[in-house]
């Protein structure tokens, strides 16, 4: 499984927008980049997923360069409510049942 | 979107007894789930992987006699905490894959299980 390196924590504000890099430089070809949301006694949320280039959604986008090595989460305009722990993952999903082992995230702090 | 249930949300219980968590996939079916462990301010710690049908495979350190996973249908999988200790006391949160959605996985909303 591809190892991934995130920022342990951010700060940001009300209104900004908020960038999570994540490198993974052993990507392999069948791998997608997954990330999730986690608040205090919740489990994990799936935020979005993609392969390469740029996947938006309703909540975020995803920017991933051609080498595939690492990938950009962007949360536009955050609020307070944005605050938590966030995930980025690599493993070759849908092709491949596998386990899937977390790091350590990157812990966001939204202020006023 | 794919919903994993998972229950209880909470369970206090005494030293000695076993506690069951169940995790069911509610829209979807799920050949395989996970089980996480969560410690405060720290990251997810896969447990176990279940598979509907066969035996769970366990984690390097995980004890399988402590932590019984039975996976008997392809919605449901639980987890049994036997003769529970308080250093059992933990955050446990299942997952599966939707195999609608590429393979991401979704998440139960976690059991927070306290030992007495």
């Known amino acids: 499984l591809a190892k991934t390196t995130q920022p342990i924590s951010m700060d940001s504000y009300e209104g900004q927008e908020v960038n999570i890099t994540c490198s993974h430089n052993?990507?392999?070809?069948?791998?997608?980049i997954t990330w999730y949301q986690q608040f205090p006694s919740q489990g994990p949320r799936f935020i979005i997923q993609?392969?390469?280039t740029k996947v938006t959604n309703e909540v975020a986008s995803l920017f991933i360069p051609a080498d595939r090595k690492s990938s950009t989460l962007s949360l536009p305009r955050v609020s307070l409510s944005d605050t938590a722990v966030y995930y980025c993952?690599?493993?070759?999903?849908?092709?491949?049942?596998?386990?899937?082992?977390f790091g350590q995230g990157t812990i966001l702090t939204v202020h006023p | 979107g794919a919903v994993v249930s998972q229950h209880p949300s909470w369970v206090i219980c005494k030293s000695g007894t076993s506690v069951k968590i169940e995790c069911r996939s509610l829209?979807?079916?799920?050949?395989?789930m996970f089980w996480y462990r969560q410690f405060p301010k720290q990251s997810l710690m896969l447990m176990a992987t279940?598979?509907?049908?066969?035996?769970?495979?366990?984690e390097q350190g995980v004890e399988k006699d402590k932590f019984l996973i039975n996976h008997a249908s392809l919605t449901l999988s639980t987890l049994t905490v036997t003769s529970a200790h308080p250093e059992d006391s933990s955050f446990y949160i299942c997952?599966?894959?939707?195999?609608?959605?590429?393979?991401?996985?979704?998440f139960g909303n976690g059991t927070r299980l306290t030992v007495t």
């Open positions: 997952s599966a894959r939707d195999p609608a959605s590429l393979g991401a996985l979704h």
């Open positions: 052993n990507i392999a070809t069948n791998d997608y």
């Open positions: 993609g392969y390469k």
């Open positions: 993952l690599v493993d070759a999903g849908g092709t491949s049942y596998g386990k899937l082992t």
């Open positions: 829209d979807f079916q799920a050949t395989t």
């Open positions: 279940s598979n509907e049908g066969s035996k769970a495979t366990y």
